[in-house]
Nanobody, 122 residues
Framework: VQLQASGGGLVQAGGFLRLSCAAS????????MGWFRQVPGKEREFVAA????????FYADSVKGRFTISRNYAKTTMFLQMNSLKPEDTAVYFC????????????????WGQGTLLTVSS
């Protein structure tokens, strides 16, 4: 499975942005997928996850109510709609797929995309 993240950029606080993660591979549509973020010097942090069916979602408390994770009908692309952005959301965002059990633990994910940088200015 290959993952390609895109959509990062520079946005003002209070603004919005949507990240995308395109997945390729014959079984990619079955996998739980997630978004993580990382700032220099800190561990990679769970942001949100969505099951293969797309019917169940999970969010970190820090983004609940502001971010929405989704995937398209074919389950080949995952999105992260980010609203009411804050400077503390600034990070490199990574998409990942196929966790062993714990969707919130980056160590459990088998596949990773490259990061896309989000910078939120105050």
């Amino acid at each position: 499975v290959q993952l390609q993240a895109s959509g990062g950029g520079l946005v003002q606080a209070g603004g919005f942005l949507r990240l995308s993660c395109a997945a390729s591979g014959s079984t990619s549509s079955r996998y739980t997928m997630g978004w993580f973020r990382q700032v220099p010097g800190k561990e990679r942090e769970f942001v949100a996850a969505i099951t293969g069916s797309g019917t169940t979602t999970f969010y970190a408390d820090s983004v609940k109510g502001r971010f929405t994770i989704s995937r398209n009908y074919a389950k080949t692309t995952m999105f992260l709609q980010m609203n009411s952005l804050k400077p503390e959301d600034t990070a490199v965002y990574f998409c990942a797929a196929d966790p062993f059990k714990r969707y919130y633990d980056p160590r459990e994910y088998k596949y990773w995309g490259q990061g896309t940088l989000l910078t939120v200015s105050s």
